[in-house]
């Protein structure tokens, strides 16, 4: 924890109060094109009482010059702006307010209290000390002005050798960061030794250990395109096992029905989950939907439009099949008749928020229930020979998707009738595949 008791200001230092209100002055470099094709950089910068910036030459190039010596004299213009920066900055270095390491963390804690959110400044405070702690272990410096890009390195490799993954190492600078800045502001640090850092390189996908022999480095795809396993990443090259082999895939009414036979003991889940796969409802629009949403007079299930600040707002009816009936009916005797179609589980959540981790140990995700349905109703559409053009009007209906803006503009909300056939004949190959 943080002390908030702490004099942030060092008692040895008698002139700490003289020039607090010095800032740090900014150098930038700016790039003037001339007329026979070559560029001149300038350093450009403004003083506190000025009204005007001040620039200074720094080189030119030749006429036309090519990207590689263009980089050339991209670099030397950012040297020059690093030097000069440094020259314009040795007054604030100077005169900046002393601060102990304690005292900043405490006085951006305070900040954070007062303009973040609880969490937000928990995070940071949890954080700052315990970079506080490794810095006073390892015997590093007491004033904030001490610390230096070596020190936040080293710090970096602390991270990464304690297990840390690359990404919450990049969290972890990056909050660091936003403190040095803040500090800056407010003239307790003149620089951010978190700027110049190296960053730990993130892995593409999620790198597990193969069930089989414990290597490491194999990566897991949802869904296999036609490849054979060798050259998929989820194949094995030390022993050979083929990851998805593991996993359960969802393509056809058989799959679908196992999937929903992992959860025979668990009714309110089995319906859940059978209510998502048979409507292609996205999780949000599951846990919005009450009983007043089922018509039960025209078999119609109404999704409400969401609200205009959501890019998924687009209302639709979806016409219940029997399978539809059977999972609502399980819904309604396990939950709450007057209340959200998928309601609270004993107080907790939403249950539609849980279906991923449900799914987890299948290697499945909530999204893939609607993937699966309309991967279902093309299926469907090709084997009743309806017409293509006409199936993916109506499929785009009951997804949900908006197929253009001028469609959208024409065309009113769907009443569902037209999408009745093809729900009708992806109930039938549905009660087909079940075994």
């Not at 700052?128 to 490799?157: C, E």
């Not at 396993?229 to 030390?238: E, G, I, M």
């Amino acid at each position: 924890m943080i002390d908030e008791t702490i004099d942030w200001r060092e008692e040895e230092d008698d002139e700490s109060d003289r020039n607090e209100t010095v800032k740090r002055v900014g150098v930038a470099v700016q790039r003037q094109k001339n007329r026979d094709g070559s560029t001149t950089f300038l350093l450009r910068w403004h003083l506190d009482g000025e009204r005007k910036y001040f620039h200074s030459r720094v080189c030119r190039t030749e006429p036309h010059p090519t990207k590689r010596s263009m980089r050339d004299w991209e670099r030397e213009a950012a040297q020059a702006r690093y030097a000069k920066e440094q020259e314009m900055n040795k007054e604030a270095r100077d005169y900046c307010t002393p601060c102990v390491l304690e005292g900043a963390a405490a006085q951006y804690h305070r900040h954070l209290v007062a303009n973040r959110s609880r969490s937000t400044s928990e995070r940071m405070e949890r954080l700052m000390g315990h970079f506080v702690d490794w810095l006073t272990a390892r015997g590093g410096p007491k004033n904030i002005s001490g610390v230096t890009q070596v020190h936040v390195a080293q710090y970096r490799d602390h991270l990464m050798e304690a297990g840390l993954a690359a990404t919450t190492t990049n969290c972890y600078l990056s909050d660091l960061s936003a403190w040095f800045r803040w500090l800056i502001g407010e003239s307790l640090a003149y620089h951010n030794p978190v700027a110049k850092v190296n960053r730990p390189v993130r892995q593409s996908g999620r790198a597990k250990r193969c069930t089989r022999c414990g290597w490491r480095g194999v990566r897991f795809l949802r869904n296999r395109v036609g490849r054979p396993a060798a050259t998929d990443p989820a194949y094995c090259p030390v022993c050979g096992h083929d990851q998805l082999a593991d996993g359960v895939s969802m393509t056809t009414a058989t799959e679908f029905w196992d999937v929903l036979g992992q959860f025979e003991t668990e009714p309110r889940k089995r319906a859940t989950v059978g209510l998502l796969g048979v409507t292609g409802l996205r999780r949000g629009e599951a846990a919005a939907l009450r009983w007043s949403a089922v018509r039960p007079d025209d078999r119609m299930l109404v999704v409400p439009a969401g609200s205009s600040e959501s890019t998924k707002r687009h209302g639709r009816n979806i016409p219940i099949i029997s399978t539809t009936e059977g999972f609502l009916a399980v819904l309604r005797e396990t939950g709450d008749p007057d209340g959200y179609i998928c309601g609270c589980d004993g107080g907790r959540k939403p249950i539609t928020s849980q279906v991923s981790n449900w799914l987890k140990p299948m290697r499945l995700s909530a999204h893939d229930l609607r993937r699966f349905f309309r991967t279902a109703l093309e299926t469907v559409a090709a084997s009743e020979r309806i017409d293509g053009r006409l199936a993916g009007f109506v499929i785009d209906d009951l997804m949900g998707h908006q197929t253009g803006r001028v469609r959208a503009a024409y065309t009113p909300q769907s009443n569902g009738a037209a999408a009745r056939p093809l729900m009708e004949a992806f109930g039938a190959w549905l009660l087909a595949g079940r075994q």
